[in-house]
């Protein structure tokens, strides 16, 4: 599965406060790890954010430091989709899950985070431990969501995932037909419909439950006229909402021309038209159609990942400022930001360390560091 937070670039930003960390905040973290260690001989419960917490960020309009944390459950994946370093990288991938214990260590960071998004590079629903973390980042006040590729949905895991709370649940598509899709090896069209169905039918059976459906689309640049028929598709399945994205992340050289880079003014004016046209038609039938394309004026000094307001932990704890940064991989990534990990140090500490602010100091300074420099997230709207 590709992954990338687009899903949750939906999400409405509240009233902006400045993302300030002091010692008490790490000194929280030193605490909770403690208690969690002995936690787990007496069974004592982690507390809830209090009445004035609730208060301040639901009601007073109060904004959490972290717009959101991106966390990689599982690095697995049933797919072989051409365009993703799980497949051109098969050979020196690492399939793991990220364990319980791990995950109750992002404690602090989900104290200070509006949503957490439950994915990586894999399907996060193959992680056994999927729903108690969605617990666990629900009673820390997080909105939480996820993308899945949708092969393991049937009616029992649906129950699950509409009585969990999630409040976005997105699917990944590469077209709008088997043929379009065809790049998702592994991963059927049809049967990614009859996934999101079967969800469907489970949530409109519990009109309380507040559970939007998106699809989470990918654009080749080979197959962009496809995306003409995702309105239609969203309207006959019943899905709230789209986000469009392209390839950002190349994995290898014969890629390349199935992204848009922001010197490629011609393609750019191109899929700009053809999304445009395509967002009319959303509007018509009611549906939600979110997209953006790089913008060769843009200035390169901010990043659509938002990585000033986010951050990105891998299954094995590693902290990095987004998932383009951080494969699960063996092979040598000139690309690889890893700037501290969770199960060794205080993850707040990571985020205010030299080395990551640096990385973001560089971005917004005009200056990137060498991962940033081709990403076409630098210029995109």
């Known amino acids: 599965m590709l992954a990338g937070a687009s899903v949750i670039m939906l999400e409405q930003g509240r009233r902006a406060c400045s993302p300030t960390y002091s010692v008490s905040a790490a000194d929280e973290w030193k605490e909770f790890a403690m208690r969690y260690r002995l936690s787990a001989r007496s069974g004592n419960k982690i507390g809830e954010p209090g009445l004035w917490e609730t208060v301040r960020d639901h009601w007073l309009g109060w904004r959490r430091p972290f717009d959101w944390i991106q966390v990689e459950?599982?690095?697995?994946?049933?797919?072989?989709?051409?365009?993703?370093p799980h497949t051109t990288m098969r050979a020196e991938w690492h399939s793991r899950d990220m364990d319980m214990e791990t995950f109750t260590l992002l404690w602090?960071?989900?104290?200070?985070?509006?949503r957490v998004h439950l994915q990586g590079w894999?399907?996060?629903?193959?992680?056994?431990?999927?729903?108690?973390?969605?617990?666990?980042?629900?009673?820390?006040?997080?909105?939480?969501?996820?993308?899945?590729?949708?092969?393991?949905?049937?009616?029992?895991?649906?129950?699950k995932v509409v009585e969990a709370g999630l409040d976005i649940v997105a699917f990944s598509l590469a077209g709008t037909d088997a043929a379009s899709n065809a790049s998702r090896h592994g991963v059927e069209f049809d049967r990614v419909c009859e996934a999101l169905s079967v969800l469907q039918?489970?949530?409109r059976a519990r009109p309380a439950v507040h559970l939007e459906i998106h699809v989470a689309y990918l654009m080749l640049a080979s197959t962009m006229e496809a995306v003409r028929g995702l309105p239609g598709?969203?309207?006959?399945?019943?899905?709230?909402?789209?986000?469009?994205?392209?390839?950002?992340?190349?994995?290898?050289?014969?890629?390349?021309?199935?992204?848009?880079?922001?010197?490629?003014?011609?393609?750019?004016?191109?899929?700009?038209?053809?999304?445009?046209?395509t967002e009319i038609e959303a509007r018509r039938l009611g549906v939600g159609f979110h997209w953006g394309l790089p913008r060769p004026e843009a200035s390169g000094t901010s990043c659509k990942e938002k990585i000033d307001r986010s951050l990105y932990v891998g299954?094995?704890?590693s902290v990095s400022p987004c998932v383009y940064v951080n494969l699960p991989a063996a092979a040598f990534d000139p690309r690889r930001r890893i700037f501290g990990n969770?199960?060794?140090?205080?993850?707040?500490?990571?985020?205010?360390?030299?080395?990551?602010?640096?990385?973001?100091?560089?971005?917004?300074?005009?200056?990137?560091?060498?991962?940033?420099m081709k990403c076409p997230k630098r210029f995109s709207t």
């Open 73 to 84: 459950v599982t690095s697995r994946c049933p797919g072989s989709c051409t365009y993703c």
């Open 108 to 114: 602090p960071l989900m104290r200070r985070a509006g």
């Open 122 to 159: 894999g399907e996060p629903l193959l992680n056994p431990a999927f729903f108690a973390m969605s617990a666990l980042a629900r009673k820390a006040g997080c909105a939480v969501s996820t993308t899945t590729c949708g092969l393991t949905m049937n009616e029992e895991l649906a129950v």
């Open 201 to 203: 039918t489970v949530r």
């Open 233 to 277: 598709l969203m309207h006959r399945l019943g899905v709230d909402a789209a986000v469009v994205s392209t390839l950002d992340y190349i994995p290898s050289l014969e890629l390349e021309p199935e992204g848009f880079a922001p010197h490629e003014a011609g393609k750019l004016a191109r899929a700009a038209a053809l999304l445009r046209e």
């Open 315 to 317: 299954a094995d704890g």
């Open 342 to 372: 969770v199960r060794e140090q205080d993850p707040l500490r990571i985020w205010e360390g030299g080395e990551c602010r640096r990385f973001r100091d560089r971005l917004a300074g005009g200056d990137p560091d060498f991962p940033c």
